[in-house]
């Protein structure tokens, strides 16, 4: 069975330009996370969808960060503009339902630099 | 709010030593814990759970024992090998939204032959 899959794997972009992650999870999966991890913090939820639909995005800097799950399949996460403290590891999850008895299959993320 | 505190790393062994890292966790309630482990280059991945107290999670030869009284999670392994260089977090659902997993900040652990 395939894993989680993300692109790009690295991104480099100046401040207060745009970038664009995409996020393809399980086949089946219906449920989809993003994760924000900073250097030497551990992974922060951004946003959760289930199937289409957003189920918690309390942590997700709405002004400037953005996701769809068009069909409920993939995803994308945009931020537009960026900022110096938006360098991170993008970090895309999926499980088949929403729920501690089924486990978050994570990607291998993508490391974005903001100079 | 809920939170995860992990011991800092990193942690240096040689191979076939004893390991052990130090999880506690806050939370209202009981929640589940998780341990997951992250090679390089890899993703994370779920090294083994506990859904409620005096429960132990094992896979690989790791270890770790719900502990109510306590609040934590200790990861252990008897005997380390050099492919278990990693770095390994602690994490927990909350009981009020079981799926939303919260990390501490992560070990690294650094195995030498």
């Known amino acids: 069975e395939a894993g989680v899959a993300q692109s790009p794997r690295y991104k480099i972009i100046e401040k207060r330009q745009s970038v664009a992650f995409w996020c393809n999870p399980i086949?089946?999966?219906?449920?989809l996370y993003w994760y924000q991890q900073i250097l030497g913090q551990g992974p922060k939820l951004l946003i959760q969808?289930?199937?289409?639909?957003?189920?918690?995005d309390s942590q997700l800097p709405k002004d400037r960060f953005s996701a769809e799950r068009l069909k409920g399949v993939d995803s994308t996460l945009k931020i537009q503009p960026a900022k110096l403290e938006d360098s991170a590891v993008y970090l895309c999850a999926s499980s088949l339902v929403a729920s501690t008895n089924y486990e978050q299959y994570f990607g291998p993320g993508t490391r974005l630099t903001v100079t | 709010g809920d939170s995860v505190t992990q011991m800092e790393g990193p942690v240096t062994l040689s191979e076939e030593a004893f390991l052990t890292i130090n999880c506690t966790y806050t939370?209202?309630?009981?929640?589940?814990l998780f341990w997951y482990v992250q090679y390089p280059g890899e993703g994370l991945q779920l090294l083994l759970k506990?859904?409620?107290?005096?429960d132990k999670g094992s896979n690989k030869g790791f270890e770790a024992t719900y502990r109510k009284e306590t609040t934590s999670f200790h990861l252990e392994k008897g005997s380390v090998q050099v492919s278990d260089s990693a770095v390994y977090f602690c994490a927990l659902s909350s009981v009020y939204n079981t799926d939303k997993l919260i990390f501490g900040t992560g070990t690294r652990l650094q195995v030498f032959p």
């Open positions: 506990a859904t409620k107290a005096d």
């Open positions: 086949s089946g999966h219906a449920t």
């Open positions: 969808f289930q199937n289409n639909g957003v189920v918690d």
């Open positions: 939370a209202t309630g009981y929640p589940s």
